[in-house]
């Protein structure tokens, strides 16, 4: 199938163009910019220098990604952004790349949808399945795990990490760890509970989802100290298996947890 690029497009003598790819009017393809099979750039959208979109992504009009870092000590560096398939980036989202004080890399994986508005700041790390919605806003070097949700407004400090499967809720302010399965809510963010109803809809089970709830209660409703929780909650990981994801998480928390 071939693709096809519109009168009125700007596109770079260097950008590599997969088979399929549209590019609407208007829109701008930068240099070294590359773009995989089948992906879909709508009118006025701009792809930024240092570039890369893997295959079946839809960016929508007035997009800008990977446009240079709003970071004061940025000089221009040639760093990158790098993109998964088959992602949803819809209209004026801005998706930025890293800077060389990190990774020099802002990385998104696959099956992501950002709503209008959304904001990646530079060096972010965000996992696949990923669902920002409109005006959700990640400040610089932030992680997203799996699944996680951020609910319209929601923001996260930079150097934050969000846990698989975490939800925030609308107008969230996100100013520590969240670890995984946890909804947190207000500003500063605080735990509420598990995400119980977005694990029911990927497939966890009644029991795994009584057991989250009771490593929730351990974390979060113990009093314990949080190492004696932790310690506890590798117990019921031996055979509970979707604990380890918090006891994996919680010693690697840089910022703390949110309380």
């Known amino acids: 199938m071939s693709g096809s690029i519109h009168a009125t497009a700007i596109v770079a003598p260097d950008a590599v163009l997969g088979e399929g790819v549209e590019v609407g009017a208007y829109a701008v393809v930068g240099p070294d910019v590359e773009v995989g099979p089948r992906t879909r750039i709508g009118a006025h959208a ?13 960016v929508h009009s007035y997009a800008s990604v990977g446009d240079a870092p709003q970071d004061k000590k940025y000089k221009g560096e040639p760093t990158r952004l790098e993109i998964g398939d088959r992602n949803v980036i819809r209209e004026f989202v801005t998706l930025n790349r890293g800077t060389t004080k990190d ?65 925030l809720a609308n ?11 946890v909804m947190a809510v207000g500003g500063p963010a605080k735990p509420h509970s598990i995400n119980s109803e977005g694990l029911k809809r990927r497939g966890f089970t009644p029991q795994q989802i009584r057991n989250l709830r009771n490593a929730y209660r351990v974390l979060y409703r113990s009093g314990l100290r949080l190492d004696d929780a932790v310690e506890q909650l590798r117990g019921m990981a031996q ?9 994996d998480f919680i010693p690697e928390s840089k910022r703390s947890l949110v309380r």
Request: charged share 10%; with cysteine.
């Open 46 to 58: 701009m792809i930024h220098r240092h570039t890369r979109l893997g295959a079946d992504n839809v």
């Open 171 to 181: 107008n969230a302010a996100v100013t520590r760890d969240v670890p995984p399965y």
């Open 239 to 247: 055979d509970q298996p979707e604990v380890q994801a918090l006891v």
């Open 103 to 167: 990774r020099g890399v802002t990385t998104i994986g696959s099956d992501n949808l950002f709503m209008a508005y959304a904001h990646v700041a530079h060096d972010c790390l965000v996992g696949s399945q990923c669902v920002l919605a409109n005006s959700a806003t990640l400040g610089g070097h932030v992680v997203l795990g799996d699944w996680v949700i951020m609910g319209g407004f929601a923001a996260i400090h930079q150097f934050c990490k969000v846990g698989a499967h975490a939800f």
